[in-house]
């Protein structure tokens, strides 16, 4: 049980600041957690803000067969959070009042209701699960697990509650990631798109060279897929999965996520579609890798930095070369009022000059921009 000096969220995420990586943060929130929060196995996932796919890193912890490496496993685990209804799912957990929950509690103690419990946790021993999502402005930055094995106490109310809370700090320590940027060296030569085909089972069945290379940009998450020797990260599965959901009309939304590479640092963004037999069956999906565009990357920065939705539409008008009279006009503001906003977002982002913000929020993850001295400098 929860003692009172951590009761407080912030206790368990005060310096879990973004000096190291997403992944140094899971482990050192993860150890916290434990202490207040006792559990067995635990699972840890960065996600795309806009759509709600789990991306880069993970990190998991005595999962086992539960997407703990084994490819057939994981990929069931997203089948079952988009193909099938069930309680606690990311999505719905995502736009709840409380954004967290534990399986016991939702099926009143009849955990059996549950397709989840029933295929993956109770045959690897697990007995109950709290899931959480972390968000800050609505928006979902990280997915999280918690397990118990078969015998141990139920999770309860008020660890539910304890795990709720700690919500926006995390996300808000995971979003401050987003800001860093570590652009590829004027000699580095891109692969082109990667494609991988994977039949309706699952199963991949064709891959190009190129999607083996952007795949050695970040460590794989899941077992051996086929023959093949590819080892998956879980932004694939995801992606996978979600397309074939969409397709299935189960869900809807993109099968698209953006990720930072493990490697170098820069953005990629991996994206799905089911392709549809002569009979419209649904039947190969066909899975991209590709580096992801700035106009991509910017909302991600831009939240990072803390804009609020005013301020981004500022920063999308200056970066488009659009004076303060002009904005002003097309928001319907007064020029006062965009100057001040402008004189906000310089603070945030920490730069002076319209062109350094440019530079920073939509070019930043990139080869350097080289922008005409003074063009953009002035506020007014």
């Given at each position: ?6 009761t ?39 996600t ?107 999770f309860t ?43 309706d ?27 093949f ?113 402008i ?38």
């Open positions: 049980m929860a003692t009172a000096a951590f407080d969220p912030r206790v368990l995420t005060w310096g879990a600041h973004p000096r190291g990586t997403v992944g140094d943060v899971f482990a050192e929130v993860s150890r916290r957690l434990h202490r207040v929060v006792p559990h067995d196995a635990s699972v840890w996932l960065a795309d803000p806009a759509t709600g796919l789990p991306t880069a890193p993970t990190r998991s912890e005595h999962m086992g067969g539960v997407c703990g490496g084994d490819a057939r496993a994981c990929l069931r685990v997203w089948e079952l959070e988009f193909m099938v209804h069930d309680v606690n799912l990311y999505r719905d957990l995502a736009r709840a009042r409380t954004p967290a929950a534990a399986l016991r509690q939702a099926t009143a103690d009849r955990p059996t209701r549950s397709p989840r419990y029933r295929e993956l946790l109770e045959p690897n021993g697990f007995g109950d699960e709290l899931r959480a999502v972390m968000r800050i402005d609505g928006n979902p930055w990280v997915f999280g697990g918690l397990f118990r094995r078969h015998g141990a106490p139920a109310p008020a660890e539910t509650t304890l795990v709720a809370g700690m919500s926006a700090p995390v996300a808000a320590t995971v979003r401050e990631h987003a800001r860093a940027a570590t652009p590829p060296g004027a000699g580095d030569r891109d692969p082109g798109p990667g494609l991988l085909v994977f039949d089972a699952g199963e991949l069945v064709s891959v190009n060279d190129d999607a083996r290379s952007w795949l050695d940009e970040f460590p794989p998450d899941v077992g051996d897929a086929g023959g020797g590819v080892r998956l990260p879980m932004v694939a599965v995801g992606a996978l999965m979600r397309a074939r959901a969409i397709a299935a009309h189960r869900d809807h939304g993109m099968a698209r996520a953006r990720l930072r590479s493990h490697r170098s640092g820069r953005w990629l963004v991996c994206h799905a579609s089911c392709l549809r037999r002569s009979d419209g069956s649904v039947g190969d999906t066909a899975l991209v890798i590709e580096p992801a565009q700035a106009s991509e990357i910017a909302p991600i920065v831009a939240q990072a930095h803390r804009l609020s939705v005013r301020e981004q539409q500022i920063t999308q008008r200056i970066a488009r070369g659009q004076g303060t009279a002009e904005i002003a006009a097309r928001l319907h503001l007064s020029t006062h009022t965009v100057r001040d906003h004189k906000a977002i310089f603070e945030k982002v920490g730069v002076s000059s319209r062109g350094a913000l440019v530079a920073r929020i939509f070019a930043g993850h990139y080869a350097p921009v080289h922008l005409e001295p003074g063009a953009h400098d002035r506020i007014a």
